[in-house]
């Protein structure tokens, strides 16, 4: 099925250090959303962005909707951790079906 | 509360047995989702039910038999799996009403068929 281009595929950095990561599509999306995965749980909703253009956060999490609505950006600022794990970023057009991006592996090193 | 509840967490199955993995939000969602996810992989979309009726079904193999009782529950039937099943098996569920189809997980189960 249809994917979303997710970048990096994976990160190693240094606890403290900000990270960034984004999705790109080829068709445009109404909403983005970005979940969190750790090793062998469910996926866990972060952020939810609506508007082209808008800018979120969740504490040291901050995610942007392009103008364009064909990508999306996902910025952690001070990494801990905790922030260990797989990201995700999805797509919809108030349809059921979510298209998922490749996901990117966030490895913090203490 | 945004919470999604799935039983069992782990599940051990031959290729013989019948097994039911089950699903349960209590947060009014309307629709409820049935994902596939293998190992380094974005889940994989099974099945839909929205209203408590099946919407969705992405050509999954019919080993896999899917039952919305009522709007809370969401039960996935397997039989007769075979080794490539194995997976983590998750759940979701979304209001589905006022545009709002932001999908909440539940923890998955890990299913290993031997």
């Known amino acids: 099925g249809q994917q979303l281009n997710q970048s990096p595929q994976s990160m190693f950095i240094q606890e403290g250090e900000d990270v960034s990561m984004n999705c790109t599509s080829s068709?445009?999306?109404?909403?983005w959303l970005w979940y969190k995965q750790d090793p062998g749980e469910g996926p866990v909703l972060l952020i939810a962005?609506?508007?082209?253009?808008e800018l979120t956060s969740n504490g040291r999490l901050t995610a942007q909707f392009g103008i364009t609505r064909k990508d999306s950006f996902l910025n952690i600022s001070a990494s801990i951790p905790s922030d260990v794990g797989i990201y995700f970023c999805?797509?919809?057009?108030?349809?059921?079906?979510?298209?998922f991006g490749t996901g990117t592996r966030l490895q913090v090193f203490p | 509360d945004t919470e999604v509840t799935q039983t069992p967490k782990h599940l051990v199955m031959g290729m013989t047995n019948k097994k039911s993995l089950k699903c349960e939000q209590h947060?009014?969602?309307?629709?409820m989702y049935w994902y596939k996810q293998k190992a380094k992989k974005p889940p994989e979309l099974m099945f839909v039910?929205?209203?408590?009726?099946?919407?969705i079904n992405e050509s999954v193999p019919s080993r896999f038999s899917p039952e919305c009782p009522n709007s809370s529950l969401l039960n996935l039937h397997l039989h007769a799996l075979q080794p490539e099943d194995s997976a983590l098996y998750l759940c979701?569920?979304?209001?589905?009403?006022?545009?709002?189809?932001?999908?909440?997980f539940g923890p998955g189960t890990r299913l290993t068929v031997t």
């Open positions: 979701a569920s979304s209001l589905r009403d006022r545009g709002i189809y932001e999908q909440y």
């Open positions: 068709s445009i999306f109404n909403t």
């Open positions: 962005l609506y508007k082209a253009g």
């Open positions: 999805a797509g919809h057009n108030n349809t059921d079906k979510l298209i």
């Open positions: 947060m009014g969602h309307r629709a």
């Open positions: 039910y929205s209203y408590e009726k099946l919407s």
